[in-house]
């Protein structure tokens, strides 16, 4: 677990910044699992001359180079490959481990202000796979609130999932401070392929220096949902693997007011967008 001084830190440049990088926090044998996971869903696409061999007795660091090549090869061949991967890996055992990491919780406890023995509600969890020179699901500079539960309070995670992520293959970019402004007003564009986009005003954006937030396998970066970022674009030769996710305090009220039943089909009221 993490000690209290490190934790009163976190909230303190939280609160300041809007974000912390927690190093080394995800272990070993998580992303070992993760990456033998992935393997066997790249074979489970059953596609010719994909396959990888041998998974069991593979660290992570070999599997990561195959699995990498691997989905480059299932892209080029069809694109839905991709996305049945993408749609399957957010629910796997392995994954669900790494979001309920004892020191993340923990730090996410602290940044939304709640007692350690409260639930913690983890939503929108993704492992992106971004493909080299390809910004079709790419976002420009946003907030992270028009995309989620209106007033929720949440903690967004960003986390390299196979490999280090530095600036050649997309770090992500963010604002330091911007989330000081809160929700802000936006420029709204929906294009035919990717997402819709909530862009905040030029003037906004320019008013702070961006940083380049370059992680090794294992670290996680935590961020207030009003932090304005955006990816960074993949200049590399391999896809880019990231896991992200909102934490949400589901014992707030502003959450039930928002997120709410009626008869067993849940519905999302969002007055943002």
């Not at 009163?8 to 990456?35: H, S, T, W």
């Not at 790494?98 to 929108?124: C, F, M, R, W």
Request: glycine share 4%; proline share 3%.
């Amino acid at each position: 677990m993490i000690d209290n001084k490190k934790l009163n830190n976190y909230k303190i440049d939280f609160k300041k910044q809007g974000f912390v990088i927690l190093k080394n926090v995800i272990n070993k044998k998580n992303i070992e699992d993760f990456c033998k996971s992935l393997a066997y869903l790249i074979n489970a696409c059953n596609v010719k001359n994909v396959n990888i061999e041998n998974i069991q007795k593979k660290s992570s660091f070999s599997l990561k180079k195959e699995i990498l090549s691997k989905l480059l090869i299932l892209e080029k061949k069809d694109h839905k490959y991709i996305s049945t991967i993408y749609d399957t890996v957010r629910d796997l055992n392995v994954v669900e481990k790494i979001y309920n990491n004892e020191k993340i919780i923990s730090v996410v406890h602290k940044l939304l202000g709640i007692n350690t023995d409260a639930p913690i509600y983890i939503k929108q969890k993704a492992c992106r796979i971004d493909m080299p020179k390809n910004t079709d699901f790419s976002l420009e500079w946003h907030q992270e609130s028009p995309y989620t539960i209106k007033d929720s309070n949440l903690i967004q995670i960003w986390a390299p999932a196979v490999d280090n992520i530095k600036k050649i293959n997309g770090a992500i970019k963010i604002l330091p401070g911007s989330h000081q402004k809160g929700h802000l007003k936006t420029r709204d564009f929906f294009p035919k392929v990717g997402h819709a986009q909530y862009v905040p005003d030029e003037n906004e954006i320019n008013k702070f220096k961006v940083m380049n937030v370059e992680m090794n396998l294992g670290d996680v970066l935590l961020f207030s949902k009003f932090l304005i970022h955006k990816s960074g674009n993949n200049d590399s030769e391999l896809p880019r693997l990231t896991f992200i996710g909102h934490y949400h305090d589901p014992a707030n009220k502003k959450f039930f007011e928002n997120f709410f039943y009626k008869g067993d089909k849940a519905i999302k009221k969002n007055s943002y967008t």
